[in-house]
C-alpha cells in the first residue's frame, strides 16, 4: 500500500489552464505538505497544513490554493499556469508538527510541464 | 535563517569506492537531520535521520554523524554499488519554530560505474 499518493505523476498542459494535483495519505497522519522541485532539483516547501489548518506559507503567487477536505487529503490547485511552473511537485505527510522524532514521508512526486 | 550546503555533484565513483558526500547546516536551537535520496524517475525516499547530537543515522550501508561542533552531517558508504547511483539530499528540520519544514540541500547526484 502506498502510504502517501499523489495524482496524476504526469502531466502536460497549455499556458494559462487551471489544473489540480491531489494528495492522500493513509498513515492517519496529522500534518500535510506540498513542496516544489525546480528543474535544478532544488526542493522547497509551499504549504503546509495541521488538522485542515493552513500552517505554513511560503513565499508563493496566489494562483496556487491548497485545499484539505480532511486529514488525509490535501490538494493543489494551480491556476492561470505559467511556463515557470514546469516543476515536480512533491506531496508529504508527518505525524504531529514539534516532535523532533517524527518523519516527513514524501509522495512520488507529479511532474507537471506547461506549454 | 536555516539552510544546508552540500558539495557540489555529480560525484562519479567506481563500484566498490568510498563514498563521502559532506552537509553542513545553519540553524537555530537544535535540529533534526536527514538524508533523503531520490533514484531516477521516483520521488524521495527517507534514506536515514539523527535527532541530536551524536547520533548516527544509518541504513543500506549508508551512515551519518550528526556532529553539533562542527554543524556537519556528512554522508559515507564504504562501498558503492551502480545502484546506489541516484540525487541525496541532506535536510534540516527545525524543532523550535511553531511549524515544522524540512530545509533541504540542492542535492548531490551520485553516479557510479562499472
Known amino acids: 500500500d502506498t502510504a502517501v499518493s499523489q495524482t496524476p505523476k504526469y502531466l502536460v498542459t497549455q499556458m494559462g489552464n487551471d489544473k489540480s494535483i491531489k494528495c492522500e495519505q493513509n498513515?492517519?497522519?496529522?500534518?500535510m505538505y506540498w513542496y516544489k522541485q525546480d528543474s535544478k532539483k532544488f526542493l522547497k516547501i509551499m504549504f503546509s497544513?495541521?488538522?485542515?489548518?493552513?500552517?505554513i506559507n511560503e513565499t508563493v503567487p496566489n494562483r496556487f490554493s491548497p485545499k484539505s477536505p480532511d486529514k488525509a487529503h490535501l490538494n493543489l490547485h494551480i491556476n492561470s499556469l505559467e511556463l515557470g511552473d514546469s516543476a515536480v511537485y512533491f506531496c508529504?505527510?508527518?505525524?504531529?508538527?514539534?516532535?523532533?522524532?517524527?518523519?516527513?514521508?514524501f509522495g512520488e512526486g507529479s511532474w507537471l510541464t506547461v506549454v | 535563517g536555516n539552510s544546508v550546503t552540500q558539495m557540489e555533484g555529480p560525484v562519479t565513483l567506481s563500484e566498490e569506492a568510498f563514498l563521502t558526500i559532506n552537509c553542513t547546516y545553519t540553524?537555530?536551537?537544535?535540529?533534526?537531520l536527514f538524508w533523503y535520496v531520490q533514484y531516477p524517475g521516483e520521488g524521495l525516499q527517507l534514506l536515514l535521520k539523527?535527532?541530536?547530537?551524536?547520533d548516527k543515522g544509518s541504513n543500506k550501508g549508508f551512515e551519518a554523524t550528526y556532529r553539533k561542533e562542527t554543524t556537519s552531517f556528512h554522508l559515507e558508504k564504504g562501498s558503492v554499488q551502480v545502484s546506489d547511483s541516484a540525487v541525496y539530499f541532506c535536510?534540516?528540520?527545525?524543532?523550535?519554530?511553531?511549524?515544522?519544514?524540512?530545509?533541504f540541500g540542492t542535492g548531490t547526484r551520485l553516479q557510479v560505474t562499472l
Open positions: 539523527a535527532t541530536k547530537a551524536d
Open positions: 535536510a534540516l528540520r527545525d524543532n523550535t519554530g511553531t511549524a515544522s519544514k524540512l530545509t
Open positions: 497544513y495541521n488538522n485542515k489548518e493552513l500552517i
Open positions: 540553524a537555530t536551537g537544535y535540529p533534526s
Open positions: 498513515l492517519g497522519h496529522d500534518t
Open positions: 508529504a505527510s508527518s505525524q504531529g508538527v514539534l516532535s523532533s522524532g517524527n518523519t516527513i514521508y
